[in-house]
């Protein structure tokens, strides 16, 4: 049995419209804000996975350590979260990874780079990152 990361972005949400008022929108922007459950239901679209084993070989490649310890809570808990306070710390630590390694390494960074830039964008979308047995 192998495992996988796969990083998870939750950009929307679903509405029971039977129990839900027409405006129904500022409903689900306050959920993804506060991030309460408040009869809504979490979409969550993978946007990339890796092999596990890789993704302990990336994470030594981080070298800043508060940037390391939130990454490496996965290995720890198997699911971690990505709000808009980590962009700015996970950013720099990626920004400032080596060149120097495997184009896979470079290709999670960048697409994880263009993530924290969505989260940005729109502080209220979030990441969840989590360890899945295949």
């Known amino acids: 049995m192998s495992e996988t990361v796969?990083?998870?972005?939750?950009?929307?949400k679903f509405i029971d419209?039977?129990?839900?008022?027409?405006?129904?929108?500022?409903?689900?922007?306050?959920?993804?804000?506060?991030?309460?459950?408040l009869g809504v239901?979490?979409?969550?679209?993978?946007?990339?996975?890796?092999?596990?084993?890789?993704?302990?070989?990336?994470l030594a490649l981080i070298e800043e350590p508060h940037a390391h310890a939130k990454l490496a809570g996965l290995p720890k808990y198997g699911e971690i979260i990505i709000d808009a306070s980590h962009?700015?710390?996970?950013?720099?630590?990626?920004?400032?990874?080596?060149?120097?390694?495997?184009?896979?390494f470079l290709?999670?960074?960048?697409?994880?780079?263009?993530?924290?830039e969505m989260i940005q964008q729109e502080k209220a979308i979030h990441l969840i990152v989590r360890r899945l047995n295949d």
């Open 6 to 12: 796969t990083f998870f972005a939750l950009r929307r």
């Open 17 to 37: 419209e039977k129990q839900s008022p027409a405006q129904s929108q500022q409903l689900v922007y306050y959920g993804l804000a506060i991030g309460h459950h």
């Open 41 to 58: 239901i979490d979409c969550f679209e993978p946007e990339f996975s890796c092999d596990y084993d890789d993704y302990q070989r990336w």
């Open 87 to 104: 962009v700015v710390m996970l950013a720099k630590a990626l920004s400032a990874m080596n060149e120097d390694c495997e184009a896979r």
């Open 107 to 116: 290709s999670w960074r960048d697409q994880l780079m263009q993530l924290l």
